[in-house]
């Protein structure tokens, strides 16, 4: 089965350091991949995804990640993070040919921003 | 645009009782989606609908049944609910399934099972 990685179940940072969120997909075939954010008691909202074309990718927020197939990874990366961006971020792929398919959602990773 | 609205917000249940979870969309989205998430879990699939009329399952749709009578609107009942079922449950929707279209979700409800 097609599986999605999220390598840091909490990672703790100091505002205005830079994170990177690990994530690792497991697939042989083309896949589709996103990025969504969780704030407190609310929904989840995209951030960013990769369709095909450029390698990196760009989200709202400061995010961007880089697609890397030879290492099956989809790390989101923030130069310089605010107390705003707490939250819990997850990794989610669609594998299958027509680019159709149901999401696959990592465990998640809770991000907290330390002032 | 209200986006996705989910009533009610917040459920307790004794075991065995039963509910239904409303899911509303006013974007005129052909998709709809019913997931669970538990702690250290992430979210799962329960049942999806690809349009007024059809259902199909997810990747946990054991206890639960949806419907789909109107376009706008994605029910998930449990007919008889249990402890396990205690979850955040949210639903969302989307123009499409291809992978180009972004899923909207709505603010979740928690429930709990006694």
């Known amino acids: 089965a097609q599986s999605v990685t999220q390598l840091d179940s909490q990672v703790p940072v100091f505002e205005e350091a830079p994170v990177e969120l690990r994530c690792n997909y497991s697939?042989?075939?083309?896949?589709?991949l996103f990025w969504y954010v969780q704030y407190p008691n609310q929904g989840l909202q995209l951030l960013l995804k990769?369709?095909?074309?450029?390698?990196l990718v760009k989200g709202i927020n400061g995010f961007e990640a880089e697609f890397n197939k030879s290492q099956t990874s989809f790390h989101l990366r923030k130069p310089s993070v605010h107390i705003s961006d707490t939250a819990e971020y997850f990794c989610?792929?669609?594998?299958?040919?027509?680019?159709?398919?149901?999401?696959?959602f990592g465990k998640g990773t809770k991000l907290s921003v330390k002032p | 645009n209200a986006g996705v609205t989910q009533t009610p917000k917040f459920r307790v249940l004794k075991t065995g009782q039963s509910m239904t979870l409303l899911c509303a969309q006013d974007m005129n989205h052909e998709y709809m989606y019913w997931y669970r998430q538990d702690p250290g879990m992430g979210l799962r699939l329960i049942h999806y609908s690809v349009g007024e009329g059809t259902t199909a399952k997810g990747e946990v749709p054991d206890g639960y049944n949806v419907s789909r009578l109107k376009k706008q609107n994605f029910l998930l009942g449990l007919e008889s609910a249990a402890p396990s079922q205690t979850s955040v449950y949210f639903c969302a929707s989307s123009y499409d399934r291809a992978a180009s279209y972004e899923q909207y979700f709505g603010p979740g409800t928690r429930l709990t099972v006694t």
């Open positions: 990769y369709l095909s074309g450029s390698t």
């Open positions: 697939s042989s075939v083309s896949v589709y």
């Open positions: 989610a792929v669609i594998v299958g040919g027509g680019s159709q398919g149901n999401l696959i």
